[in-house]
């Protein structure tokens, strides 16, 4: 089956720092990956979608200048969340659709931000 | 638009016991219909997904779902709960016509096994 894969799964770091976390597809090709954020107890919120090789599309209400999204190749995608603050942390989870068109997505294992 | 509720935020059984998480859904066009589960620190692995032909959908780890349109709703089963079993799980729709573009969760509902 299609995997991806997060990293770091954990990433403590001081405020005003920047942190970059990437997605990995290892088995297949994505030309999408979307990036979600989740808030303890809470479900996946859509933070943007990230399209290889073009701009990434944010969801309303979320920062792009703050969130910065690459996908630069057919298999990776970063997040970077830059100047972060206490605020900012949380639960972060990449997922990628696979080749098959049945619209099914596989996650990454999630990371962890902790912005002290 | 598409939309997802999911009746009961926490559910409790014991172990042993019949498992059923409610899933509803809204959706202009034919649904693809999906179940994940997340457990703790960790990403969401899908359980089982419905997308065309037969109505009751088996996954792993003995679930299973039945699609019924004439109620849009998508309720996941397992006959007997085990303690593995505790974990968060999210019912969500997808649009078939966008090849998944658009997904959307549940808020999804926390499974306690009780001893």
């Known amino acids: 089956g299609a995997v991806v894969s997060q990293h770091p799964s954990r990433v403590i770091c001081k405020s005003g720092t920047s942190v970059k976390i990437e997605c990995r597809s290892l088995?297949?090709?994505?030309?999408?990956m979307f990036w979600y954020r989740q808030f303890p107890k809470q479900s996946l919120m859509l933070m943007a979608t990230?399209?290889?090789?073009?701009?990434?599309?944010?969801e309303q209400g979320v920062e792009k200048d703050k969130f910065l999204i690459n996908h630069a190749s057919l298999t990776l995608s970063t997040l970077t969340v830059t100047s972060a603050h206490p605020e900012d942390s949380s639960f972060y989870i990449c997922?990628?659709?696979?080749?098959?068109?049945?619209?099914?997505?596989?996650f990454g294992e999630g990371s962890r931000l902790t912005v002290l | 638009a598409q939309s997802v509720t999911q009746l009961g935020s926490h559910v409790s059984v014991s172990e042993g016991a019949l498992v059923l998480l409610r899933c509803n859904y809204s959706?202009?066009?034919?649904?693809?219909l999906f179940w994940y589960v997340q457990y703790p620190n960790q990403g969401l692995q899908l359980l089982l997904k419905?997308?065309?032909?037969?109505?009751l959908v088996k996954g792993i780890n003995g679930f299973e779902a039945e699609f019924k349109k004439s109620e849009t709703s998508f309720h996941l089963t397992k006959p007997s709960a085990h303690m593995s079993d505790a974990a968060e799980y999210f019912c969500?729709?997808?649009?078939?016509?966008?090849?998944?573009?658009?997904?959307?969760f549940g808020p999804g509902t926390r499974l306690s096994v009780l001893p």
């Open positions: 997922s990628a659709r696979g080749t098959s068109n049945t619209g099914e997505l596989f």
């Open positions: 088995d297949f090709q994505a030309t999408t």
């Open positions: 990230s399209n290889e090789g073009s701009k990434a599309t944010y």
């Open positions: 959706s202009s066009v034919p649904p693809y």
């Open positions: 419905y997308t065309t032909g037969a109505t």
């Open positions: 969500a729709v997808s649009d078939w016509r966008n090849y998944g573009q658009n997904f959307v």
